[in-house]
């Protein structure tokens, strides 16, 4: 997918139909390069309200209007401070696209704190993993930025307020909107490039998409040498050229998603485009409105389970070593467990030699004595220079420490194995992590287990505050007969639907024997064999899907009623223990199951 400078070109002109002269009413910063100003464009523009998402994330960089809000943390970062400060309730006067950079500036004009009329700029640079979003003042000195760049990360240009504010170099690309004929056609003469990787080399904003739809619409070879084309070829494809920059000028897109079909029936995209893509006519062709509604559509899950796993990261990361740890130290609790396991052996010698003590000779290495347990003959190993009392001694000793060794030990690979349950199930809830009030919930979890330090305060690292988010909310179903179900995402929500949301009388599933999550079917009053085999069946199937079993073909749920499910004092979140219990199989699907508003 080519996020180049001729998708922002129909990305600029779309958002200049819809939000200039509009007011900005609202500014969320919903994530730490993430900005989304809500505003409300003029009556001739259609009125309302639109949200712009405005995302200068390293790998994903983005810019439409979206649909649907996002949360956003309870204490707004400074950045999105600063902006409100500034351009709420401001005036949108100009959407600006510099030839085809992948920069879009959009310049607000507001009220100072004196009333005079002022004007600051938000530029959007949408560069891949140097991506940023920059506010800079009516002079070109920057304000503030999402992320700075001192010196130390960047010896080209520096972002930092005070600063003064400059493109980045275009490495001497062309510009495609101001080339004559006569330059392009001198271009293909002197370069000894292939065609397809000349045009995307020579000119700002083109992609190796472009390239190749170049190629296809003048009917070129894409791999030939530019300077071994013939005088035709050339021409022609100097005519596709101006027809594309044409129709870029005068703002003629038609954003398309090219789909290639798999073998279950299900179009996978290939590629998008702000223009019919004659180079993938033998692809499955949908059409959008407009590009942003396009992108909308394709970045909105991928964006999100993008910015989750790189939010996520540190999170598994240290997880992953905490269960390998405590994996290793179970193993070698459980090995030193099984030794002591021979402990009765030294309890015997003793004995034994205590009552035959008196037979055996002085300085003997061994002795063969009647075991009154079995009836048979022992050898009892000796110590030549002990008598045969201390022999008995030494016997005693050993068995009565490994005996508190096995006591200790008894409760230590408890101990872990709780521990490794409860890393396990959050190694899966992190999985399940929506968004960011997921994520901190986890973090509270792993905080008040102590299995990770909690920061001091509410300040992160680098002394600034962290922000709070709205509190995680468990998974709301509904069952074919209109029963609520509820699913834990993580361990504290566990533990919050099955016993404080769920009552006595309603149902409880969970995976057998694996990690998952709590599962409650809110029945009560109606009793077990009042409820249809559908809604038993969707319950079972949300347990199976939320549980580490959800590759299978079927897994194994045990279910019951909640007030048979105890949770033991001092037990860590999420664990709880039952001693009677249903079982039925659970199918991993829920494409058919009701999701609650």
Known sequence: MAFNGITIACLRHEIEEKILGGRISRIAQTDKDEIILTIKPEMQRGGGQVRLLLCADASLPLCCFIAENRPSPVQAPAFCMLLRKYLQGGKITSVVQPGLERVIRIEVEHLDEMGDLCRHTLVLELMGKYSNLIFIDQNGVIVDSIRRVSAVMSSVREVLPGRPYFLPETQDKRDALSETGAGFISLLNTSPLPVSSLLPKSYTGFSSVTGFELCARAGIDPDRQ?????????????????????DIRNAHFSPSVYSRVKED?????????????????????TEYDSMSSLLDAYYAEKSRDTRIRQKTTNLRHTVQVLLERDIHKY???M???????????YRIYGELLHAYGYSVPEGAS???????????????????TKTAAQNAQKYFDKYNKMKRTAEALSELTEETKAEIDQLQNIEMSLSLSADESDIAQIREELEKSGLIHRSAGNENAHGARKPRFPKSAPFHFISSSGYDIYVGKNNLQNDEITFHVANGGDLWFHAKKIPG??????????????????????????????????SQSKVEIDYLYRRDVKKPGGSRPGFVVYYTNYSMMGVPDISGIQKAD
Do not use: W
């Open 517 to 550: 999550s709590h599962v409650v079917l809110r029945s009560a009053p109606a009793k077990m064999e009042d409820i249809p085999d559908k809604d038993f069946e969707e319950a079972a199937s949300l347990a199976a899907y939320y549980s580490s079993g959800r």
């Open 331 to 333: 193993d070698l609790q």
């Open 226 to 246: 530019a300077s071994a084309l013939s005088h035709d070829e050339k021409y022609a494809l100097q005519g596709a050229f101006a027809s594309l920059v044409s």
């Open 335 to 345: 090995k030193q467990l099984k030794d002591t396991e021979k402990r009765d052996k």
């Open 265 to 285: 029936s299900r179009p996978v995209p290939k590629e998008y485009s702000a223009f019919r893509l004659v180079s993938y006519r033998d692809l499955v062709l």
């Open 366 to 384: 061994c002795a063969v004595l009647d075991n009154y347990y079995t009836g048979e003959k022992t050898s009892v190993p000796l110590d030549k």
